[in-house]
């Protein structure tokens, strides 16, 4: 009884569920280490990466380097959202436009990142901007699709009630087509959020010189494993971040869809229109 009550109380603070897991997930690892009397060049213990992570803090060379990579997952993620939700909107008002181009965007997905990173480091350099593109480039379909699936989805008897009440293109897409997809768009931007990182990364290991990708490298390189760890756990914080900014930004957005709402937005906007 005393654990089903714990279970729920923990379970109705997310926050304190998040501490006892990762205090859960600390003792596990500590436990990996003594019962497989690992050395610290092959696990290394949680205190001794978190000196490593203060080091690194303190040297400077952490935030460096994560600002870097921080600038690369935002431009790519803004970039590759932009032209993902332009396409995504006109294949969903367009069959023709879907059927010439479907091939193109299927094709792009079916050949791995990382083979298409070194091209776009040989191209465009080892600067940012090819990092960028990468990003952009893993980012686009799970976008495309949503925002694709967004819109088409829309129904029916709500077109209809839009051309009855002789509403303008703008008129539908400001009033009908944005709220409508919203949630599906979204929802795809929180899987860009994370794939982002991963981009940034595959790009940074083809070529670079700075970022989270060429440290962890650099890391790996010269055998401080705990160095990989610190470099593995912000890369980790980076896409929570993220995520949680999608979040965050889905529940301002989406207000409009409690119930006690979206009667009162869709009575206001019905007699506006008439």
Known sequence: ???????????????WLGVFS???????????????????????????????FSRALSEGILLRHAWVTLQEVLGGLLFGSGLAVTFGYALAKSKFLERLLAPYV????????????????IWFGPGVISKVLVCALIVFFPILINTLFGV?????????????????????FRMLEVPAALPVLLGGLRIGATLAVIGAVVGEFVGADKGLG?????????????????????????????????????????????????????????????
Request: aromatic share 8%; glycine share 4%; proline share 7%.
């Open 1 to 15: 009884m005393a654990l089903k009550r714990t279970n729920k109380w923990l379970a109705n603070h997310p926050l």
């Open 22 to 52: 990762l205090g859960l997930g600390t003792l596990g690892w500590y436990a990996i280490i003594w019962a497989g009397e690992l050395p610290p060049f092959i696990l290394p213990a949680p205190h001794e990466v978190l000196a490593r």
């Open 106 to 121: 299927i094709a792009s997905q079916a050949i791995p990142t990382v083979a298409v990173a070194p091209l776009l480091v």
């Open 152 to 172: 088409r989805n829309v129904p029916e008897e709500l077109r209809d009630l839009m051309r009855s009440l002789q509403a303008t293109p703008a008129q539908t």
């Open 214 to 274: 060429y440290l962890l490298n650099l890391a790996r390189g010269q055998y401080d494993v705990a160095m990989v760890f610190v470099t593995i756990f912000s890369l980790v914080l980076m896409a929570l971040s993220l995520y949680g900014l999608v979040v965050l930004a889905e529940r301002l957005l989406l207000r409009w869809r409690r119930p006690e709402n979206e009667e009162r937005i869709m009575i206001a906007e019905v007699e506006r229109l008439q």
